[in-house]
């Protein structure tokens, strides 16, 4: 795996921090000297403490849709194998960011709103790439129930900020994606 670019490395922390402290809680001066920098050098990378934000919540909601895209094409037609290669992405995405998650829960207010319309334009057809999936493998399901199911399944898993402090994380991701799987294939 490539390391990391500068651009990367100041976003992965600034998610740290708003995910401890608040976005309103960090200054541009506290992230620069977070990443090593001047908070004034910042502004060589991104034009706003709230751009960093918008990048942040849109990028990943976009890598979201992406490898999940990825995902169901390795299932090659199988909505099991499809499926279960969704469950698998997510519950390693959320184990691997749990900061991002709570900045979405918590700072969403604060995000641009031609960001909150990306983010959202992105998680809607996530949420779809789910439920025609989970509608392929379970044929008599309505398109609703579906959709309940799968924003039911990503509420589970993206608790994880706030689970697995008493587990390891391989065995919360176990556990994660058994109660995922158990609730989508029904």
């Keep these: 795996m490539a390391e990391p670019t500068r651009r990367e490395q100041i976003l992965a922390t600034a998610a740290d921090l708003f995910a401890a402290r608040g976005f309103h809680g960090v200054s541009v001066a506290d992230l620069g000297a977070a990443v090593g920098i001047s908070g004034p050098a910042l502004y060589k990378h991104f034009p706003s403490k709230q751009a960093m934000l918008a990048?942040?919540?849109?990028?990943?909601?976009?890598?979201?849709?992406?490898v999940g895209r990825e995902r169901v094409a390795a299932g090659a037609g199988d909505p099991d194998v499809a499926l279960r290669g969704?469950?698998?992405?997510h519950v390693e995405f959320a184990l691997a960011h749990r900061p991002l998650i709570i900045v979405q829960d918590r700072d969403w207010e604060s995000l641009p709103l031609d960001a909150r319309d990306a983010v959202r334009d992105?998680?809607?057809?996530?949420?779809?790439?789910w439920a025609?999936?989970?509608?392929?493998?379970?044929?008599?399901l309505d398109a609703g129930t579906a959709?309940?199911?799968?924003?039911?399944?990503?509420?589970?898993?993206?608790?994880t900020p706030r689970a697995g402090h008493t587990i390891d994380d391989d065995e919360l991701g176990a556990?994660?994606?058994a109660?995922?799987?158990?609730?989508?294939?029904?």
């Design 175 to 177: 556990l994660l994606a």
């Design 55 to 66: 990048e942040m919540l849109v990028s990943i909601s976009e890598r979201l849709l992406s």
């Design 122 to 129: 992105f998680q809607r057809q996530y949420v779809d790439l």
């Design 147 to 159: 959709h309940a199911a799968v924003q039911a399944v990503f509420g589970l898993i993206n608790s």
């Design 179 to 186: 109660m995922a799987w158990a609730a989508l294939s029904g």
């Design 132 to 140: 025609d999936q989970v509608r392929t493998l379970r044929p008599g």
């Design 86 to 89: 969704l469950v698998d992405w």
